[in-house]
């Protein structure tokens, strides 16, 4: 069975910095991508960052220059840095991870809330 758990959400002020985290654990998972999603209320969920097995990124042009994705392979965890948090990054951030297979799996969310 796969597990995603999460950590580092939380409130801060604008300005300020969060590091979210995802450890990842499960029998036999060849993990291809692992990711950030978010969704704020009202909204559909949307990227945030994802880093391919090779080091490779892709950023949403909102957080680009802002947030940094990384991954710890033998942990099988992927973390996000994000700095200079506006309230705009007020949201549910959700872990994605991909397996090789093309399947899928999701964390449980952890909520994010800039305020001024």
């Known amino acids: 069975q796969v597990q995603l758990v999460e950590s580092g959400g939380g409130s801060v002020q604008v300005g300020g910095s969060l590091r979210l985290s995802c450890a990842v654990s499960?029998?036999?998972?060849?993990?291809?991508?692992m990711g950030w999603f978010r969704r704020a209320a009202g909204s559909r969920r949307e990227l945030v960052a994802v880093?391919?097995?090779?080091?490779?990124?892709v950023y949403a042009d909102s957080v680009k220059g802002r947030s940094t994705i990384s991954r710890d392979n033998a942990k099988n965890t992927v973390y996000v840095q994000m700095d200079s948090l506006i309230p705009e990054d007020t949201a549910v951030y959700y872990c994605?991870?991909?397996?090789?297979?093309?399947?899928?799996?999701w964390g449980q969310g952890t909520q994010v809330t800039v305020s001024s």
């Open positions: 994605n991870v991909q397996a090789y297979d093309d399947t899928q799996y």
């Open positions: 880093i391919v097995d090779n080091g490779f990124t």
């Open positions: 499960g029998s036999n998972l060849n993990i291809r991508r």
